[in-house]
């Protein structure tokens, strides 16, 4: 009989900063449950996108119920958790990518062996960050022209700072960001720390769905309008996330 092969379940999406759970089950051939020998927090390796290169740090990984074996004493069964919010490997884990994660050099039933067990995204997919059918791309540039990324983006129906209708994301390299919307007006409001952003606005509609706004302007760390983006509006963008 050919081994088997398996795909790892996709868990979702998941928020930046938050904990991903994982468990599975252990079988010997007659198919009754066993349990498994040598898990560690070293076996547990996570992988970016399509990047063969580790995640270098074992900070965040917990094995579940002490040591992740037969968790609540039931043998075959067991369990891994992940910490997003880690960053010792700085800038690991962040909005807009997928992740894998692999279990190495476990013992099942005196057989060694290694498993795919999850993929997941962080805030990666447009369902969370959607309420229409229809694809609208926002570009932020510096009121010079130059797009800036890290830039944290809501949009509203109304003119009111503190609402979303569709969530927060982050501007990539290039200064966008998507959400899914429908066709209508939409009033925009973001925050990075040691810019200001003026006021802007837009309304998609069929064939107009790819808006660029020049409304950065970065501000001295010694000026009053520094601090207060820095702190109160940060405070209202890390609420909504």
């Keep these: 009989?050919?081994?088997?092969?398996?795909?790892?379940?996709?868990?979702g999406d998941y928020l930046a900063g938050s904990t991903v759970?994982?468990?599975?089950?252990?079988?010997?051939?007659?198919?009754?449950p066993v349990t498994l020998t040598g898990l560690a927090v070293t076996d547990i390796e996570v992988y970016k996108n399509g990047s063969m290169t580790q995640r270098s740090s074992d900070n965040g990984y917990t094995l579940l119920d002490t040591d992740g074996i037969d968790i609540d004493e039931v043998t075959g069964c067991h369990g891994i958790s992940i910490d997003l919010s880690d960053n010792s490997d700085s800038g690991f884990y962040a909005r807009g990518n997928d992740y894998m994660v692999m279990v190495d050099a476990i013992t099942i039933d005196g057989i060694s062996t290694r498993f795919c067990a999850a993929t997941f995204s962080i805030e990666n997919r447009a369902g969370r960050n959607g309420v229409g059918d229809y694809q609208v791309t926002l570009t932020?540039?510096?009121?010079?022209?130059?797009p800036v990324s890290g830039v944290s983006?809501?949009?509203?129906?109304?003119?009111?700072?503190?609402?979303?209708?569709?969530?927060?994301?982050?501007?990539?390299?290039?200064?966008?960001?998507?959400f899914n919307?429908?066709?209508?007006?939409?009033?925009?409001?973001?925050?990075?720390?040691?810019?200001?952003?003026?006021?802007?606005?837009?309304?998609?509609?069929e064939g107009s769905v790819s808006f660029t706004k020049?409304?950065?302007?970065?501000?001295?760390?010694?000026?009053?309008?520094?601090?207060?983006?820095?702190?109160l509006t940060r405070a209202i963008a890390d609420v909504r996330e």
Excluded: H
């Design 1 to 11: 009989m050919p081994a088997p092969f398996s795909l790892p379940p996709n868990l």
């Design 21 to 32: 759970y994982i468990f599975w089950d252990t079988f010997n051939y007659a198919m009754e």
């Design 140 to 146: 932020i540039r510096t009121t010079g022209g130059t």
């Design 153 to 178: 983006v809501w949009v509203n129906s109304s003119n009111v700072r503190s609402g979303s209708v569709a969530g927060t994301k982050v501007t990539d390299t290039n200064g966008q960001v998507v």
């Design 181 to 205: 919307l429908e066709y209508t007006t939409y009033y925009i409001f973001c925050n990075l720390s040691g810019y200001t952003f003026a006021s802007a606005s837009f309304t998609s509609a």
């Design 214 to 231: 020049d409304i950065a302007t970065a501000v001295s760390a010694g000026s009053s309008a520094y601090y207060a983006d820095s702190f």
